[in-house]
């Protein structure tokens, strides 16, 4: 069994562990380190430790042979025959990594009537598409779908997979990890590739983004990841490129849980897809000043999001919620009127570029975090603001 | 109904502290509670059974002091908690937690449903719930926001997806994960809290639960943290001032510049 201990003759009780302890459990008793129960064997206390006076030992595990593995997998996600952003941003970001290790980069594309957008695949940067086109794959579903993902993987063998984060990558995901019993780390914001070791080291944010791990799987193969949308570019699409496209049959997959009915949104529109989000808070007033943040939206070509407490007055639905107990979103733009700036809520902003504020309040934490701030009522400059930019346009 | 309800104990705040001198983080004294997701998934089981009968169990894999947060739960109207904990199952990653929460499930015996959280806030992978059903072999669906019906062997639920919403049967035995939309928790009662004060709590240890060493803990885990690091935000800190007028015509140049480099 794994074990870490603290080696007393070397230990000057300097604190740098407990510091660096992400679950609190390292106390300092008479000048020496004590592990106590909470400890998580993540091992983050022994880089810290400047004396080397912490012991920490992994256990050996029986390893097969991992080179049997090799190339780069994304699993290309549609709905109603069109490709989600995130799949194309993957597979750039696959190329990268493929060339690395000098291995092919696959795209698998599961569904019905999804032939055209295999070279739509291609041209984003697959050498090589898996489809498996049937009439049973018409809607996603966790259990089908995931078995079809694990067949495929088990019969292809792909060293690495890479999943878009949305809410059906999130779901499906797990399925595949956890049947084939290799690792999967969920919403990576970074991807890069140890190429000596051949390791996909896979950076996640923790704790709502105060912390980030680095989580590599070494004794398993295929390394899972899922990947939020946004933080990657895809490529110029390159309709020229050529790539192989390989059409299989599979015999059809049951599944304990049946669609109904879809029931879309009426926008259409996406609060993890969207590039400019209007964050409503409390600030805002009232249920009739909602539409002084949709207009800006608007001209903006933008959605709306919210705090909590607009939810739960109920301002605006629940699927506008961002926050830890809500959404969490990465647009470009986040402009948070009205909104205080709590941690609930910030714990739902992922990797924004830029974070704009207005609030009446000049202390409110949000501008701790703006890279733009205003301070003022709302219901002033948000009129304001959507009159110049409706201007700019014309 | 036999409803089983995955709970896990997490840090009451994500707030990091940054130590300036060291540059790592303090995370001390900060109070640990019942993660919100699952505060819905227990009120939603509880729902359940008053309103067709049945028990309510909840499970958690954590370190004995989670026994309190197990007593909380039963101030909630559970009917029983169970506790996983043991120095072998120290280091799990989802997958090794999902296995030892499962053999704590079988040893509960027979069950219709079982109700986890989305995710949990320490973590937010949203892994344990898909997994745990795997490890089952049941069926499961995430981001369950309603139960429209439930029959002996079948429910009727709303899913939150990307997109809107999907209704969808699930035959039973399966996993829901669910979200705050699901109900409102109720708030324990003097009454609820005097029966957790007496209640007790099962402890499942590594060899009363079971499992397999090379699948629990840091061995049953592939993924390991190669370390771990506060992100450092550079952030550019602008103000913007002037009368509203003059705010509001700065602020949309900004926003039209950015907007451009699309
Ligand atoms: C377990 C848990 C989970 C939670 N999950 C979430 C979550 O997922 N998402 C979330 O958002 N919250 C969440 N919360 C709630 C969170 O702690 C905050 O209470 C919430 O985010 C505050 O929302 P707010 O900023 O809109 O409101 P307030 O905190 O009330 O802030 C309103 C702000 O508006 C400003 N203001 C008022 N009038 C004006 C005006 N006319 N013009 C400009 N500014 C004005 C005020 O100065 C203030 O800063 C959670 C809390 C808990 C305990
Ligand atoms: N250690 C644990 N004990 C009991 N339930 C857990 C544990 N970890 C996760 N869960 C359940 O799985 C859900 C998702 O957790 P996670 O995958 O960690 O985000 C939580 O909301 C809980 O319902």
Redesign the pocket.
């Known amino acids: 069994m794994a074990s870490i201990n603290i080696i007393e003759d070397k230990c000057v009780g300097c604190r740098r562990c407990v510091a660096a302890c992400p679950f609190n459990a390292i106390e300092i008793i008479d000048k020496k380190a004590h592990i106590g129960e909470k400890c998580n064997l993540c091992g983050s206390c022994v880089e810290s430790c400047k004396f080397n006076a912490i012991d920490f030992q992994r256990d050996e595990v029986k390893i097969g042979d991992l080179s049997i593995y090799q190339g780069i997998w994304v699993f290309a996600e549609q709905r109603y025959g069109q490709l989600k952003t995130v799949s194309l941003e993957l597979l750039g970001k696959a190329r990268e990594l493929a060339k690395t290790i000098n291995v092919k980069v696959t795209a698998v594309l599961l569904g019905h009537k999804v032939e055209p957008l295999s070279k739509e695949l291609v041209a984003y940067g697959a050498d090589e598409v898996l489809m498996v086109d049937e009439e049973w794959l018409n809607d996603f579903n966790d259990h089908i779908y995931g078995e079809t993902m694990v067949n495929l993987i088990e019969e292809y063998k792909p060293e690495i997979v890479l999943i878009g984060a949305t809410a059906k990558g999130r779901s499906l995901a797990p399925h595949i990890s956890s049947t084939i019993r290799t690792g999967l780390t969920a919403d990576c914001t970074s991807l890069s590739m140890d190429v000596e070791k051949r390791l996909l080291v896979q950076t996640r944010p923790a704790f709502g983004g105060n912390l980030m791990a680095e989580i590599i799987c070494p004794n398993n193969r295929p390394q899972m990841a899922t990947v939020r949308p946004k933080v990657f570019k895809p490529l110029e699409a390159d309709y020229n490129r050529q790539g192989k496209i390989i059409k299989l049959k599979k015999e059809p997959i049951e599944g304990s849980v049946k669609l109904i009915k879809n029931i879309d949104n009426a926008e259409g529109i996406n609060l993890s897809d969207a590039n400019i989000i209007v964050g409503v808070?409390?600030?805002?007033?009232s249920e009739r000043n909602i539409r002084l943040a949709q207009e800006l939206a608007d001209a903006l070509g933008g959605t709306l999001g919210?705090?909590?407490?607009?939810v739960d007055i109920g301002w605006l639905p629940y699927s506008r919620?961002?926050?830890?107990?809500?959404k969490t979103v990465a647009p470009k733009i986040y402009i948070a009127?009205?909104?205080?700036?709590?941690?609930?809520?910030l714990?739902?902003l992922a990797d924004i570029e830029t974070v704009i504020a207005?609030?009446?309040?000049p202390e409110?934490p949000?501008f701790k975090i703006a890279n733009y701030g205003i301070v003022?009522?709302?219901?002033e400059i948000l009129p304001l603001l959507t009159e110049k930019i409706r201007e700019s346009k014309k | 109904m036999k409803i089983v309800v995955c709970i896990k104990q997490v840090p009451g705040t994500n707030e990091v502290k940054i130590d300036p001198e060291t540059n790592t983080i303090i995370r001390e004294n900060v109070p640990a509670i019942i993660n919100?997701f699952d505060t819905y998934a227990i009120e939603e089981a509880v729902r359940i059974r008053e309103e067709i009968g049945g028990e309510v169990i909840a499970i958690t894999m954590g370190i004995p002091g989670a026994k309190d947060m197990l007593k909380e739960a039963i101030s909630l109207r559970i009917d029983k908690g169970i506790l996983l904990t043991d120095r072998k199952f120290a280091g799990a990653d989802t997958l090794a937690t999902s296995y030892t929460l499962s053999k704590g499930i079988e040893k509960a015996g027979e069950f219709d449903l079982i109700i986890c959280g989305k995710q949990a806030t320490d973590g937010d992978t949203a892994q344990v719930g898909p997994s745990l059903a795997r490890n089952l072999g049941i069926a499961y669906a995430t981001d369950i926001s309603k139960i429209i019906e439930i029959k002996k062997d079948s429910i009727k639920c709303l899913k939150i997806t990307d997109d809107g919403y999907e209704e969808i049967e699930i035959k039973l035995p399966a996993l829901i994960t669910v979200v705050k939309e699901i109900n409102m928790p109720k708030l324990p009662s003097i009454k609820s809290m005097k029966v957790a004060e007496k209640s007790e709590i099962e402890v499942l240890t590594f060899h009363s639960s079971g499992a397999d060493e090379s699948r629990t803990g840091l061995k049953g885990s592939p993924t390991q943290v190669r370390k771990t690091f506060v992100p450092v935000h550079e952030v550019k800190n602008e103000m913007i001032e002037g009368t509203a007028e003059e705010k509001a015509t700065k602020l949309s140049e900004i926003l039209i510049k950015l907007k451009g480099v699309d």
């Open positions: 808070g409390r600030g805002i007033g919210s705090s909590r407490p607009v919620q961002v926050g830890q107990t809500g009127c009205g909104i205080s700036g709590a941690i609930q809520h714990a739902g207005i609030n009446s309040d409110a949000i003022g009522d709302v219901r | 919100p």
